[in-house]
Nanobody
Framework: QVQLVESGGGLVQAGGSLRLACVASGSIFSINAMGWYRQAPGKQRDFLAA???????TYADSVKGRFTISRDNTKMTVYLQMNSLKPEDTAAYYC??????????WGQGTQVTVSS
């Protein structure tokens, strides 16, 4: 099992930036990809971005060009740089790890609130 701990959320004005971090520990050897999702109250959890073991990245259309996923293997950390934030980006943001046996682990989430 992998433990994921997110940080970096907070309150920011529209147009501002935040960088989320997710530190992974535990059975990290089986991780195929790491990703970020978000969930607003009363809505489903939506995919935002992912980075594979090989470094390939994918993004949801809603954040393409504004959000960037990256990683630091020496720190076992994945980042989500979020720029040009909008009020509709307000949500709980979750880090996820996908494994070779199709398991998925989740972090506890970090709240991002964008004021208008």
């Amino acid at each position: 099992q992998v433990q994921l701990v997110e940080s970096g959320g907070g309150l920011v004005q529209a147009g501002g930036s935040l960088r989320l971090a997710c530190v992974a520990s535990g059975s990290i050897f089986s991780i195929n990809a790491m990703g970020w999702y978000r969930q607003a109250p009363g809505k489903q959890r939506d995919f935002l971005a992912a980075i594979t073991r090989g470094g390939s990245t994918t993004y949801a259309d809603s954040v393409k060009g504004r959000f960037t996923i990256s990683r630091d293997n020496t720190k076992m950390t994945v980042y989500l740089q979020m720029n040009s934030l909008k009020p509709e980006d307000t949500a709980a943001y979750y880090c996820s790890a996908s494994h070779s046996d199709n398991r998925r682990d989740w972090g506890q989430g970090t709240q991002v609130t964008v004021s208008s």
